[in-house]
């Protein structure tokens, strides 16, 4: 069964970093599209990051430069790498495979599969 698990959400004070981790099992790992959303208290679910099966990336405009989305084949981990952070970044950040890409980042459609989430809090 196709399962994703995140790991490395915590506290840290603006301007430090995180890496966020998502282990994939089952067949959640060799969907064509694999990405990062998150979702603050009272906001939509947004797309952060994506990275597709030829390993090219998408990334929000207020992300861009300070996060960086791989992932490690060998693995079948996905990470987000998280720099300089802002207190706008704290969300509960969520991975997710999708055999389908909607725009920019992966669907969101029922083939989706998520993992539970991991929480990003980011102080000033």
């Known amino acids: 069964q196709a399962q994703l698990v995140e790991s490395g959400g915590g506290s840290v004070q603006a301007g430090g970093s995180l890496r966020l981790s998502c282990q994939a099992s089952?067949?959640?790992?060799?969907?064509?599209?694999m990405g990062w959303f998150r979702q603050a208290p009272g906001k939509e679910r947004e797309g952060v990051a994506t990275?597709?099966?030829?390993?090219?990336?998408t990334y929000a405009d207020s992300v861009k430069v300070r996060f960086t989305i791989s992932r490690d084949n060998a693995k079948k981990i996905l990470y987000l790498q998280m720099n300089s952070l802002k207190p706008e970044d704290t969300a509960m950040y969520y991975c997710?495979?999708?055999?389908?890409?909607?725009?920019?980042?992966?669907?969101?459609?029922?083939?989706?599969?998520w993992g539970q989430g991991t929480q990003v809090t980011v102080s000033s």
């Open positions: 990275i597709v099966s030829d390993g090219r990336t």
């Open positions: 089952g067949h959640s790992y060799s969907r064509y599209c």
């Open positions: 997710a495979t999708s055999p389908f890409r909607s725009g920019a980042y992966c669907s969101t459609g029922q083939r989706t599969t």
